[in-house]
C-alpha cells in the first residue's frame, strides 16, 4: 500500500482506520512556553514536532496530522508570524509525511481562526485568503488531505471547505465539536446540533464528516447515532478526548485510561464511525490499544 491511496478506499479495504491523538500534550511537555506558538516548532524545534508524529506512527495509526492547528494569519499574528503562514504550514506537512513513510496518511490539520463572522470581526474574504495560504502551504508540504477541525460555527466551516475545494482535489474532512446542553443534547457553541451539520457538509464537497474534542468517547458514540440518522453513507471521524477534563492542583488532566478509552471503540464503530482516534489527553499507548481493538474486531 502506498500513500497515494485515498482514504476512503482505505476504508473501504480495512473497514475501521485509526488515527493519532493528542499533540498539545506533548509540546508542552517538550518545554513548549506560553509565550510561545507552537507552529512555530515547525521551523525552529522540527525534531520535537517529529518526534510527535513518529510516536503515533510507531503506535499503529493509519493516519496523522500535522503541527498546524493554530497556522492560519490570525492564530500566528499575536506572535508576530503573520508573514511566515505558509512556510510554517509547509513545514508541518513535511515533518508528518517525513515520519509517516509510504504507509501511513498525513492529513494538514485546520483549527477555527478565533474570529466571528456574524459579529464583524473579519472579513469572509480576508478569512477565506488566510485558509487558502494555510491549506496551500499544508498540499505543498505534501499532505494527502485537509481536515478542518473543531469547528462551532457554520458560516466559518463553510468558507474553509471552499477554501480548500479552492486548493486541491485532495480528500477533505471537517469536523465540528459537539457539548452535551442542558436540555441533554448536543450543540455546537453556536448552537448547532450533530445532524444539521450534516447536510452542510455534504454541500460543500466534504469527503468525511464528524467530531472531535469536547467529550469522551461515550458523548462520541451517542454523536455518531445523531449522524448516522440522518446520513448512513458519508464516512465519519471521531476524535475523543481521553473522557472529560477534571482539575488537579488547577490543571485540566483527562482521566480516561488506554484501557478504558479502548473498550468503549467497539461500540463507537458498532453505532457507525470509520475513522477512530484520539484528541485531548490521548496518547501513543491510546492509540496502540485501539489500533489492537480494531483489529480484533475485524
Keep these: 500500500m502506498n500513500n497515494m491511496s485515498k482514504i476512503k478506499d482505505r476504508i473501504l479495504e480495512k473497514g475501521t482506520l485509526v488515527s493519532d491523538g493528542a499533540w498539545g500534550t506533548f509540546i508542552h511537555q517538550k518545554g513548549l512556553t506560553a509565550e510561545e506558538s507552537p507552529e512555530e516548532w515547525n521551523l525552529t524545534r522540527p525534531d520535537d514536532i517529529y518526534d510527535v508524529a513518529s510516536s503515533y506512527v510507531k503506535a499503529g495509526a493509519d493516519m496523522i496530522l500535522t503541527n498546524s492547528f493554530g497556522g492560519s494569519p490570525f492564530k500566528l499574528a499575536p506572535y508576530g508570524l503573520e508573514e511566515k503562514v505558509y512556510e510554517i504550514n509547509k513545514a508541518a506537512a513535511e515533518i508528518s509525511k517525513r515520519a509517516a513513510g509510504n504507509d501511513v496518511l498525513v492529513f494538514g490539520s485546520v483549527g477555527p481562526t478565533g474570529k466571528i463572522l456574524m459579529m464583524g470581526e473579519v472579513s469572509e474574504q480576508d478569512m477565506f485568503d488566510g485558509f487558502v495560504k494555510q ?28 477554501a480548500a475545494k479552492s486548493v486541491t482535489d485532495k480528500e477533505v474532512i471537517c469536523t465540528f465539536t459537539f457539548s452535551l446542553t442542558p436540555a441533554n443534547e448536543y450543540r455546537t457553541m453556536m448552537g448547532t446540533s450533530p445532524a444539521e451539520t450534516v447536510d452542510m457538509l455534504l454541500a460543500e464537497g466534504a469527503d468525511i464528516i464528524g467530531a472531535n474534542c469536547g467529550n469522551g468517547t461515550a458523548g462520541m458514540i451517542d454523536i455518531v447515532k445523531e449522524i448516522r440518522k440522518v446520513n448512513s453513507d458519508i464516512p465519519v471521524l471521531v476524535h475523543a478526548n481521553a473522557g472529560m477534563p477534571v482539575l488537579r492542583e488547577g490543571i485540566s488532566f483527562f482521566p480516561e485510561t488506554p484501557v478504558e478509552m479502548s473498550v468503549q471503540i467497539r461500540e463507537l464503530i458498532a453505532v457507525g464511525a470509520n475513522i477512530v482516534g484520539g484528541c485531548c489527553g490521548t496518547t501513543p499507548e491510546h492509540i496502540s490499544r485501539i489500533v489492537d481493538v480494531v483489529k480484533s474486531s475485524k
Excluded: C, H, P
Design 135 to 162: 491549506m496551500k502551504g499544508l498540499i505543498d508540504g505534501g499532505a494527502d488531505g485537509i481536515i478542518i477541525e473543531t469547528m462551532s460555527d457554520m458560516d466559518e466551516a463553510r468558507v474553509a471547505m471552499r
